[in-house]
């Protein structure tokens, strides 16, 4: 913008609307005042006025549509990276919690077999826990989280996984074991089958849909050892 006096006149270069340059001309003629100095400035603040008040309205315009795609398509990006790193990491937390498990319900059935000599090992994973107040007998040991004793297929199991614990009678004696797991969904709240005998030696195998925990010892042998 650039002001200059020429032949006792002001003449006013300026890049604004036709409205603004209305404004100020109506602004001249109703202060009647000569083309001297104080008219100079008195447009010259008024200018600067109008000028200021249209980059604070382009400064305040918010996010252009272009600005928010990018936003959308880096928040994107970031979630496919992160969505199935989280999804891993729970199915190992899940797995190594099934694991666990499984190593609380082989010593439930040990403490089992120690309280009912005359019976043997649990042929069920029910008989080894028991709502509270729990009253201890061969039906309900009290020896198991309840939580986990009814965590049997069909129920929604606990910590992604669904339990099994199977007795092996001989001659009305209960002389050995199985306790196994498999995921409640597979390929989202784990990817492997886990089992274990009376040997106490926690076995793994990969899952794979509608899989039920094993029941007998070949079975459960024929998986791999953990280290």
Known sequence: MTDYVRDGRLAVRFSLSSACFLKLTRAREDLRLPYNGQQSAYLRNEIEVEAKGKVDMRENKGFSLIELLIVVAIILIIAAIAIPNLLRARIAANEASAAQSLRQINTAEFAYNAAFPNLGYSTDLASLGGAPPCSPSSATACLLDNVLASAIPGSGGRGGYVFAATGITAGGLTTSFITGTSPVNFGVSGT?????????????DAGQSGATPVTTVSDCQAFTMMQ
């Open 192 to 204: 492997r089958d886990f089992c274990s005998t009376e040997d106490g030696v926690i076995r793994f």
